[in-house]
């Protein structure tokens, strides 16, 4: 049955906004759960001082010591002295000289000093080893697993060889699928977006009201809410790969089906990736469904591009573009071509709780102009993990949208502003099955000049389990 048009377009064209917003929540879900996985898996360092090369004279101890304890400025002292020396071995300035290389960012420059300290010393364990790291850290997951591999463990501590293995867990971790899995329950209060306005325009003496506009009733709903995400990469040679994503989510309410809402999206595509960068450009395709018929599908691209810019910030820009192509006849004017650019940082102020916002941009041309329209928003939140396993994630975003035609049917412009906040609680030691409980609570208020039709308040329940891997 279909729904009465002039009062769901607020409805369907809510659908268009909204997913790009949700499709990258949930990848930002993935990656950083993916992140903080490794990082827990190797985040034992390797016993240095286990393993170092036979030492000749004092100077040398020194220099090692220094290497271990991350002192650079007295590395390079130690170094520019020791190279004075007539019985200067090469092999430990090389060293020396990779670890001031990694320690400023220059993992290329390391890698190639570390393989010329192997290239006189094959057996120099302590060089491979951190070659190893350096490779693993920069993303060159092929390099890393084949000089991990290569060391003889027989005669390394238990701890050394705990930490190699774990690396080799990670690589092999690195090279699997990933996602997340998650159900639950949805209650939605104006799950219409119901202004529930009543406006008389015209009234006659006795009271009769002869021209009037009334909102619907403002529906509250339970449903089902789903998401499943999957993706994986395949290390093509070094730092180069394929990239696969496929997402399928959506909310359905057993009692009011017209509002059952499914986004399927699927994207391969090319990726570049090294210890404090990914990039990726992909070709993408969506289809989505409204009240258990096909709404619309589409096709475009995107780029998105990671920057670590210090070990605690972390900057993330992506633009995309999408040709929509509504299947609906009563759609048809909404199609058109869509632009987005989002920009995003997340700081950690601690290891526990991460500070995270950005500023978003968007024009949709349609082949109606007064369906067109333009996009502004800024978001910021706050997410951070307790040592009893609670974590808390506060959420806060504020959006502008401009129309650009006049309508002539709604005698204005159309012009909103919508605010959205969420809080969101879990807890990491409750599971089922490895899915983990989560509570949320969202409150959405949409501010428009059409206020008869497109203004509302609406607030969304959730309770979901997810399972991340």
Known sequence: MKKNLILVLPFITSLAFADENQQANIWQKVNRHNQAQEQHLVEEPIAKNAISMPQRINITTALMMAINRHQWQLVEKILAEYQQYPNYEKALGLFAQAHLAKAKGDNEIAEDYFQQVLDLYPQ???????????QFENKKNSSAKQNFSQIDTTSLPVAV?????????????????????GIGLVHSRNLNQSSQDYRCFLRLPNGFCINDRKAPK?????????????????????????????????????????????????????????????????????????GNHALYRSFGG????????????????????????????????????????????????????????????????????????????????????????????????????????????????????????????????????????????????NKSNVDWLYSYNKTNFYLKFVKRF
């Open 124 to 134: 120099f364990v302590r060089a491979r080893l951190d070659l190893a790291r350096t």
């Open 161 to 181: 060889t705990n930490n190699i293995n774990a690396y080799l867990n990670a690589l092999k971790i690195r090279d699997d699928w990933h996602g997340n899995m």
């Open 218 to 290: 403002a529906l509250n709903a339970t449903g089902l809410s789903y998401e499943i995400a999957l993706g994986k990469r395949i290390e093509l040679w070094d730092q180069h790969g394929i990239e696969m994503r496929g997402l399928w989510y959506g909310k359905n309410y057993k009692d009011h089906k017209d509002y059952n809402e499914s986004t399927l999206s699927l994207s391969v595509g090319y990726n570049y990736q090294n210890a404090n960068n990914s990039l990726s450009i992909a070709p993408t395709f969506e289809y989505v469904f409204d």
């Open 302 to 445: 995107q780029a998105e591009w990671s920057h670590n810019i210090t070990p605690n910030l972390n900057s993330n820009i992506e633009l995309s573009y999408k040709k929509l192509d509504y299947i609906d006849n009563d759609y048809k004017n909404n199609e058109g071509n869509q632009f987005n650019f989002y920009s995003s940082l997340s700081y950690g102020i601690t290891s526990n709780t991460l500070l995270f916002g950005g500023i978003d941009l968007g024009k949709s041309h349609t082949k109606q102009i007064v369906n067109s329209y333009k996009k502004y928003r800024a978001r910021l939140g706050l997410q951070t993990q307790f040592n009893n396993g609670f974590n808390v994630a506060l959420l806060g975003s504020l959006e502008k949208r401009r129309f650009d035609g006049y309508n002539g049917s709604l005698q204005a412009k159309r012009h909103d502003k919508k605010q959205t906040y969420s809080i969101s609680l879990g807890n990491e030691n409750w599971a089922i099955y490895d899915f983990k409980p989560s509570f949320t609570v969202e409150h959405i208020r």
